[in-house]
């Protein structure tokens, strides 16, 4: 199944997570497919992810609740992206969460960053 052919089941999945985890105090994922996706900004928000720097070449964000501290840095260089990705559980919870997740969350995070960054660079004018 290509990542574009995939977008329902990952947008299935982010639904399922804020059913389901909302309650345990853990903010879910905002970055479904039919929603715009700004362009980052420090102190802004991607998704569920605080922006902590963003310029010309490298956005630096993340999060931390109740189960994870979750750091993530995109940097452009030329022609080439880079994602770089820093994750700790910080209970058991989080342990049992990261382990039934860990399988799959590499490809659904990439693919549904990709998809979120090509639509804001769209949505400014700009080829992906």
């Known amino acids: 199944m290509t990542p574009e052919r995939a977008f329902w089941l990952v947008d299935l999945w982010i639904r399922m997570q804020g059913v389901l985890l909302r309650p345990l105090g853990v903010r879910p994922n905002t970055m479904r497919s ?3 996706q700004p362009l980052p900004e420090q102190g802004g928000r991607l998704g569920p992810y605080e922006v902590f720097e963003a310029d010309g070449h490298e956005v630096f964000l993340g999060d931390t609740d109740k189960l994870l501290d979750h750091r ?3 940097i452009v260089a030329g022609d080439t992206a880079f994602i770089g990705v820093v994750l700790r559980t910080r209970n058991q919870a ?8 860990r399988h799959n969350q590499t490809r659904i995070l990439h693919e549904s960053l990709r998809r979120g960054l090509t639509k804001a660079l769209e949505a400014a004018g700009h080829r992906a």
Do not use: I, K, V
């Open 34 to 36: 039919g929603r715009e």
């Open 72 to 74: 993530m840095s995109f």
């Open 94 to 101: 989080g342990d049992a969460y990261w382990n039934q997740l």
